[in-house]
């Protein structure tokens, strides 16, 4: 039920080695091992709880750093994302995180190391384990090393699910206008169109965006105008 492979291995891939090793087994440890095995009292749950706070506290020192002119709902957003269960379980599943669990016969057998609901609560758990053993500091060094790097580099969708809101927020609340949006071309057969959008702020175009249809590609004309740092200052705009 446990694919034996040292917890050392773990620990470089995480860059932090623990000194009560208890708190990493627990932290691998699925509610299904517990459930079969009679002399296991314990399992990640209440480590997964901890974790997620120690997370968004974490990445929202981060954002909050990093981004000293961007508004509230920019942080909020970008937090989402980078605490979502979807980037938990890409990030231990980096780290293969999945072969060191501690799974119920059945639970691997029916691919539970695989299951990203399972890597993201133990994902949660380790960093959650780490706050307890060696405290804010031994979470902070392992959020640098797996995490961070993600938010400075926009490899997550830093915009959630909604860029065209976001853009419609940002540009009100700073320039006191919203964004326009125009069709610059659509080409293809009916039945598999192309769209491309472009957006504007004023007479300045500040995204260009693709799609199967035009709002898929007003979204990306919207995601673009916010990645690619277009956007003027509130006086020329």
């Given amino acids: 039920m446990l694919r034996k492979r040292p917890y050392r291995e773990l620990e470089k891939r995480i860059g932090y080695r623990f000194r009560n090793q208890e708190l990493l087994e627990m932290a691998l440890t699925h509610r299904s091992y517990r459930f079969e095995v009679k002399d296991v009292s314990h399992d990640n749950q209440r480590l997964e709880f901890l974790g997620d706070a120690v997370l968004g506290f974490l990445a929202a020192e981060s954002l909050y750093r990093d981004n000293p002119s961007e508004e509230e709902g920019f942080l ?9 269960g979807r ?11 999945g072969s060191f669990l501690r799974l119920g016969k059945g639970e691997m057998q029916s691919g539970g190391d695989q299951r990203d609901s399972n890597l993201a609560d133990a994902f949660e758990s380790v960093l959650g ?13 392992v959020f640098c090393l797996l995490i961070e790097p993600l938010l400075r580099e926009g490899e997550t969708d830093r915009w959630g699910d909604n860029p065209k809101g976001a853009l419609q927020e940002r540009c009100q609340r700073k320039y006191k206008a919203g964004p326009t949006y125009r069709i610059l071309s659509e080409d293809g057969p009916s039945h598999d169109r192309r769209f491309t959008v472009e957006v504007a702020l004023g007479e300045k175009v500040r995204g260009v965006g693709k799609g199967r249809s035009k709002q898929e590609a007003e979204i990306n004309a919207a995601r673009d105008a916010l990645n690619g740092k277009r956007l003027p200052s509130p006086k020329d705009h």
């Fill in 76 to 84: 909020t957003s970008a937090r989402s994302q980078v605490t979502s």
């Fill in 129 to 141: 384990a780490c706050f307890l053993d060696g405290g804010v500091a031994a979470a902070r060094k």
């Fill in 87 to 97: 980037a938990f379980a890409r990030m231990a599943s980096d780290i293969d995180l």
